[in-house]
Nanobody, 124 residues
Framework: QVQLVESGGGLVQAGGSLRLSCTAS????????MGWFRQAPGKEREFVAT???????YHADSVKGRFTISRDNANNTLYLQMNNLQPDDTAAYYC??????????????????WGQGAQVTVSS
């Protein structure tokens, strides 16, 4: 069983930055494919970024050049650095894990484990 705990959300003005963290319990983190998703009120949960065990990454077009996914295997922690935040980025952000080793994963249905979510609110 894998437990994921997000932190680092909050309220920020447009153009500002935040860094989300996601700490995983259990063993085997180094082999997991990890992902970030977000869900705004009334909308479906959408893909944001993913990183695999070889540190290959893929970012959604909507965040490319502004957000960066990374991982610290020594501390079982996943990060999402978010720069130049805009009001459209307002959402609950979720980290997700798929036990591997596998490549990058964009489809939410392939992730077995999810965190509780961290709220990010961007004011204009």
């Amino acid at each position: 069983q894998v437990q994921l705990v997000e932190s680092g959300g909050g309220l920020v003005q447009a153009g500002g930055s935040l860094r989300l963290s996601c700490t995983a319990s259990g063993r085997g983190f180094v082999d997991y494919t990890m992902g970030w998703f977000r869900q705004a009120p009334g909308k479906e949960r959408e893909f944001v970024a993913t990183i695999d065990w070889l540190r290959n990454t893929y970012h959604a077009d909507s965040v490319k050049g502004r957000f960066t996914i990374s991982r610290d295997n020594a501390n079982n922690t996943l990060y999402l650095q978010m720069n130049n935040l805009q009001p459209d980025d307002t959402a609950a952000y979720y980290c997700a894990a798929s036990q591997g080793p596998r490549g990058v994963i964009l489809w939410r249905g392939e992730y077995a484990y999810w965190g509780q979510g961290a709220q990010v609110t961007v004011s204009s």
